[in-house]
């Protein structure tokens, strides 16, 4: 038996997504076994990132600044924005390297069994950033299941007004799938196949 502190210890990581409990009590005692190498930069890394976390007030990005690293990055190209559903879509695609664009993180998706509405999500500041001008295309980057296609249909009638070309990934996409749980050759080939929303 452990004691209470290393049990909450265990609990606390099991309810992270992908471990469960074996998984986190084999990384806990991995953390104890290398207290000095692997667990106090553990702890100082996320008291670090506990201090600074903030939501970037330009395209709502995690990170420690604000406005976030892609955001102040002037190598990005401003005229090409990438509308993703959640944070970790962001960072799927920016990982891969392939676009050279910003970002917009809407929030979540439409769902009427889940109640979120477009009020709900942050399309209005989408509509705001694409109003002031500057953006020639919008790649409306949803993940591929009936709420995400949804999504992009409510946001392509909302942008069809303002003189933008509107993309979205290609359908090379597993149905069901999402764009975290994805690898660069598969987020390549969407990225490349984009094509106008009809």
């Known amino acids: 038996m452990a004691s209470p502190e290393i049990e909450a210890l265990t609990q606390a990581l099991a309810r992270l997504p992908g471990l469960g409990p074996r998984s986190a009590r084999r990384a806990v005692l991995h953390l104890l076994k290398k207290r000095e190498t692997a667990m106090a930069p553990l702890l100082r890394a996320l008291e670090k990132v506990n201090e600074r976390l903030s939501v970037c007030g330009v395209c709502g990005n995690v990170d420690t600044t604000d406005p976030c690293t892609i955001c102040r990055d002037p190598r990005r190209d401003a005229r090409l924005l990438c509308v993703v ?3 970790s879509d962001l960072w799927a695609l920016d990982r891969s390297r392939l676009f050279p664009g910003s970002f917009h993180v809407l929030g979540g998706r439409l769902s009427a069994l889940e109640g979120i509405r477009p009020e709900d999500l942050s399309i209005d500041k989408l509509i705001n950033r694409v109003a002031k001008g500057g953006i020639d295309e919008i790649v409306l980057a949803m993940n ?23 993309t979205q990934l290609a359908h090379g996409l597993p149905v069901g799938g999402e764009l975290d749980y994805l690898d660069e050759g598969t987020l390549a080939q969407a990225l490349r196949a984009r094509r ?3």
Do not use: M, N
């Open 85 to 87: 559903e959640e944070v």
């Open 196 to 198: 106008p929303v009809a």
């Open 144 to 166: 591929a299941t009936l709420e995400g296609q949804t999504t992009a249909h409510y946001l392509a009638e909302r942008l069809e007004s303002y003189p933008v070309r509107i």
